[in-house]
């Protein structure tokens, strides 16, 4: 389970009936605690950013597949921008299609994802099954979330980025990082988002964090049958 910051792993520590246990990797802090039934799960403050957050879960991926213990999922999960009026303060997001939002090319004619120069991929698809269960289980709603490296703080921006990606609702920094990084190891990967602030013109006084990460532990709570009950053959 991969957060930016410790606040919003903490968060979600708070939704597991145990402690978590520290365990220290060359660049990275992993907390590990259980579910009820359970299953091992590794909480992660990654970092701010795709790039940080990719080398950080990647790490963490490495050091469970060498031993010998690789994970079935990994969950980007934090607060986010929320575009309205879909996604309000306070509401969840659960992405079906993890999208990064400017990673390509400025031209005269507009904006060129990185596909459109030959490279790469722009978009991961977590399995439809479990969004659809982490959707029922939790009330999120579901759709794109989309990943920036400069946070929109413009009405301008916000419409540019509803325009190219009309199944826009969640804008975070870290999810398209952590997918990368899991798809490169071929491990399935989901991101939720709790919704802090709206998609738009930079107001820091309309930010409600502690609503998100409220939403965000809540939201732990209640996936613990999901996760646990899904198998990563099912798609
Ligand atoms: O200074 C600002 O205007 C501003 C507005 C929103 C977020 C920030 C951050 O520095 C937070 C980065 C952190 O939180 C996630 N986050 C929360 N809201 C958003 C958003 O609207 N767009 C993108 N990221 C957001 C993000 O994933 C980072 O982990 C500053």
Known sequence: MATAVPAERDAVAQAFPRPAQELRLPGAVLCRTAFAAGAVVDLLAAGVGPARAAASTATALTAAALDGAPYDLVVSAGIGGGFAPEAPLGSLVVADAITVADLGAATADGFLPVTELGFGTVTHHPPESLVRAVAEATGARTGTALTVSTVTGTADRAAALRARHPRALAEGMEGFGVAEAAAAQGVPVLEIRAISNPVGPRDR???????????????????????????????
């Open 205 to 235: 006084a309309a930010w409600r964090i502690g609503d998100a990460l409220a939403a965000l532990t809540a939201a732990f709570g209640k996936l613990a049958p999901a996760l646990e009950s899904w198998k990563p053959h099912d798609q």
